[in-house]
């Protein structure tokens, strides 16, 4: 209680509390200045890292050589050695495989399988790094979520998603009540209880592909993690997936966000990362589409020459 020397002779009371409440107004303000100026201070984010993050991938991809058979040589064949390989067959030789326009098709044809490949772990390292910026994240590891599960010789297998956002351990206040105002809502459109501890995602550069072994390994793991107290959530960064599979998984009860820049925060994912965790990931990507497709160019430069 707050003791003051001087003493309203009509209505002292009244004084007291009014001071109390003042005091205690005052104390709010400043808790929120201080709350506010926290979290502005953890969001800044460094576009330079979010450059590296997406591009060093890409980058793994011009020193890709085919490797012709030959196992699992990290190196592959130059062209001199594909010469002497094809060279070295009779058969090859006698129709005129050995040559450097045969090796450039290789090479251009397994680059491209590569440059995908790799331009989706660049999406997945963006993507955990603005979570982790995003979220404030006390540890970068809560970001991460990984499972076990029997093998058929009887071994365990660690099988992991790319992302996560756990909700008691996100420190932005804004951020966590708005990535569970959105599990709240998508849960709802998928017709389940919210889950209790947040949502994890499987991130992607596009997803084009009808494989039946990997729509098994993704159904797998939305029922895990669905068990786990997780919503799981397909994010993908390019527009074009085939909407038999956005029905399968819907169905699934998994969550699908793709590179749309029209939409919701339930369908769209850059809407998500900009109206959920506060981050314009499409403002970012056409900010720097210039140094981006200078990369991308010099990669593909790299993998269509014959050397």
């Known amino acids: 209680m707050l003791t003051v020397s001087i003493v309203d002779p009509f209505n002292g ?8 409440v003042t005091l205690f ?3 709010t303000l400043l808790y929120t200045q201080l709350r506010q100026t926290k979290l502005i201070k953890f969001t800044v984010t460094d576009e330079n890292l979010y ?5 060093d991938p890409i980058k793994v991809c011009r020193r890709y050589k085919p490797k ?3 196992g699992n040589r990290e190196e592959g064949l130059d062209l001199a ?3 002497s390989l094809y060279g070295s067959d009779p058969f090859y030789s006698w129709i005129g495989l050995n040559s450097d326009l045969m090796y450039a098709a290789h090479k251009a044809a397994g680059g491209m399988t590569s440059i995908y490949r790799q331009i989706g772990r660049g999406c997945e390292s963006l993507f955990r790094q603005i979570i982790i910026d995003q979220a404030n994240y006390d540890d ?9 599960v029997q093998t058929k010789n009887n071994k365990e297998r660690t099988l992991s998603l790319d992302a996560r956002l756990e909700l008691t351990a996100i420190q932005n206040y804004d951020v966590r009540e708005r990535v569970t105002q959105w599990i709240a809502n998508y849960s709802q459109s998928l017709n389940v209880p919210a889950p209790a501890n947040g949502a994890v995602f499987e991130v992607r550069q596009g997803y084009k592909s009808k494989d039946s072994k990997r729509q098994n390994a993704d159904i797998d793991n939305i029922a895990v993690a669905w068990a786990n107290g997780y919503l799981p959530v397909f994010a993908i960064f390019s527009s074009q997936i085939d909407s038999d599979l956005v029905l399968r998984y819907r169905n699934s009860r998994g969550a699908i966000i793709t590179g749309t820049l029209l939409g919701t925060s339930q369908n769209s994912l850059f809407v998500f990362s900009k109206n959920v965790l506060g981050y314009d ?10 140094l981006i497709r200078d990369e991308i160019y010099t990669t593909l ?5 014959a050397e």
């Open 281 to 290: 990931l499409a403002d970012f990507l056409q900010r720097n589409s210039s």
């Open 68 to 70: 012709f058979g030959l």
């Open 140 to 148: 970068p590891k809560d970001v991460l979520w990984s499972y076990t």
């Open 81 to 83: 050695g594909f010469l």
């Open 301 to 305: 430069e790299a993998l269509l020459r």
């Open 13 to 20: 009371k009244r004084f007291y509390v009014e001071i109390f």
């Open 25 to 27: 107004l005052i104390y």
């Open 51 to 55: 450059l590296k993050r997406f591009l």
